[in-house]
């Protein structure tokens, strides 16, 4: 039980019955978290779409003058954040395309003006890829730039742009972006720095098993030099306006997850966010190794763009959906009380 898994194991479980690999991860996960499941009050800022990286797998982003392209100002955050705040939110999730054109002062401000809206906000914000332009554009180290988002209120990283590490098939759906290697150790600095993270992984898109067990490992042994990282996020690829095909299954959902929850022996939680899963394959992934249904994520753009459903969601919901899935619901704030 102890034993941890090796990749030949794991491509093994992958390709094999999800009832088996479900069965173990649900008995880790309950050794883990008992029958807690946790969820959390929060809503996203969604500062630009304006993006030059245009990936082939977003359905979000817009090039600049485009219509429909957009920066808020750091009036429009506060202002966004103060409704967010009054609505009772915990945690703010700030993200955006990678524009150049904004400088690091535009950054430094948006987040003060998230923290000015409420002292005790959970503000999470920018991921490595913003955080390396931010890095680029000012002729700072990635240190100096978690050092300066720290004090100006950011409290962890988002775990976003990981998508699959296997460069051939990252070149293929954003080869724009950070490679894997340097999305690691964009990650290793941060967590470094003092800075806790998620990670993420978009599937179902044209990856093979092989990509996806190498994605884990990659971030097994992350985790075990630096402790960092919070939840792994499964991502499941939505087409919307992509030529990327896409190949989701609930069978595929549910292996994925559980494997995850196998082979990320030293992440503490696995988090399948209600955004982007159907409620009730939430509630199930909960037997298949997730101990954590993400958030209200109110104004969420990113997956509702390839097609998510925009849902009412309050805390409430939330809740009910672990009880009758015969969980107990824990509110968190997303640093799970650190
Ligand atoms: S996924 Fe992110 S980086 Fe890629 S095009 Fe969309 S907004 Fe830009």
Known sequence: MNERIDATAAMRLLEGNPIDIGERADAL?????????F????????????????????????REGQQGAYVLS?????????AFAKMGALEIHIIGGIYSKLPLQYYIDIIKAARAANKDFNIVAFTVSECALMARISGNPLSKIYEMLQAAGVNALPGGGAEIFNPQIRRRIAPNKLTGEEW?????????????????????????????????????????????????????????????????SATYDVKICALARLVLDNFPHIRVPITHFDERLAQVLLCFGADDIGGTHWHEEVAVSAGAQARDRDAKKLETIIKTAGFEPVLTNSNYGA
Do not use: W
Not at 39 to 62: D, G, H, K, M, Q
Not at 194 to 222: C, W
């Open 74 to 82: 750091a009036e429009e955050v506060y202002e966004r954040a103060c």
């Open 184 to 248: 690691l150790e964009a990650m290793r600095i941060a967590h470094l720095s003092g800075l806790k993270t998620n990670a993420t992984m978009l599937y179902g898109q044209i990856e093979s098993p092989k990509d996806v067990v190498d994605h884990m490992f990659k971030l097994r042994a992350l985790q075990d030099e630096t402790g960092g990282f919070k939840a792994f996020v499964p991502l499941p690829f939505r087409k919307g306006k992509s030529d990327i095909p896409a190949k989701s």
């Open 29 to 37: 996960r309950r050794k883990l978290h008992a029958n807690r499941a």
């Open 39 to 62: 969820y959390t009050v929060n809503a996203a800022i969604t500062y630009s779409n304006t993006c030059e990286a245009l990936c082939p797998i977003c359905s979000f982003a817009r």
